[in-house]
T-cell receptor, first 115, second 110 residues
Framework: SAVISQKPSRDICQRGTSLTIQCQVD?????MFWYRQQPGQSLTLIAT?????????ESGFVIDKFPISRPNLTFSTLTVSNMSPEDSSIYLC????????????FGPGTRLTVT | QKEVEQDPGPLSVPEGAIVSLNCTYS??????FMWYRQYSRKGPELLMY????GNKEDGRFTAQVDKSSKYISLFIRDSQPSDSATYLC??????????FGKGTLLTVNP
């Protein structure tokens, strides 16, 4: 079956720094998304990663804080900028595989702790 | 009102029990409905996918959608300790964006 990988799997970062999370898939996808899962909260969509163009952000999320790149059909990055402890969360990429309907599959997640 | 509401649990059942997990949603534009299983420190795993109303069965799992009442259910028959996880319901429309419930923590006791 197709594989979604994320790097790093976890990290502990200092306040004010930035972290870039990578999402790599091993076959072509139609859509790629980035979600956040905060403790005790629902998964929340951050943005849609658009290939070769600017990401589409959901209400409450801005490009300066969460810049996203998607240079090709199988790779995307999410950067969490100028981090604060409130950014401590699990960050997940998800994909819709080409040729499928609406089924959406998630990567293993990146567990971020900001101190 | 949140667009997808889910009973938070936690839910604890004995092995072999039938488990019923439920969600309600408010957005009439939602067309498809999913259940994910998430083990501790893992990403969500797609368990069931249903498009529009009706039932879908896969082994011990049955997903049920009633669009008239905006009600989503997941039934687990003959529950096993390995079913112990957090179960997330999600709904979406034609833009592929998913809205999730908060998840129900299920523990199946041997």
């Amino acid at each position: 079956s197709a594989v979604i990988s994320q790097k790093p799997s976890r990290d502990i970062c200092q306040r004010g720094t930035s972290l870039t999370i990578q999402c790599q898939v091993d076959s072509q996808v139609t859509m790629m998304f980035w979600y956040r899962q905060q403790p005790g909260q629902s998964l929340t969509l951050i943005a849609t990663a658009n290939q070769g163009s600017e990401a589409t952000y959901e209400s409450g999320f801005v490009i300066d804080k969460f810049p996203i790149s998607r240079p090709n059909l199988t790779f995307s990055t999410l950067t969490v900028s100028n981090m604060s402890p409130e950014d401590s969360s699990i960050y997940l990429c998800s994909v819709v595989w080409a040729g499928t309907d609406y089924e959406q599959y998630f990567g293993p997640g990146t567990r971020l702790t900001v101190t | 009102q949140k667009e997808v509401e889910q009973d938070p649990g936690p839910l604890s059942v004995p092995e072999g029990a039938i488990v019923s997990l439920n969600c309600t949603y408010s957005n009439s534009a939602f067309q498809y409905f999913m259940w994910y299983r998430q083990y501790s420190r893992k990403g969500p795993e797609l368990l069931m996918y249903t498009y529009s109303s009706g039932n879908k069965e896969d082994g011990r799992f049955t997903a049920q959608v009633d669009k008239s009442s905006k009600y989503i259910s997941l039934f687990i028959r003959d529950s096993q300790p390995s079913d112990s996880a957090t179960y997330l319901c999600a709904s979406g429309g034609s833009n592929y964006k998913l809205t999730f419930g908060k998840g129900t923590l299920l523990t199946v006791n041997p």
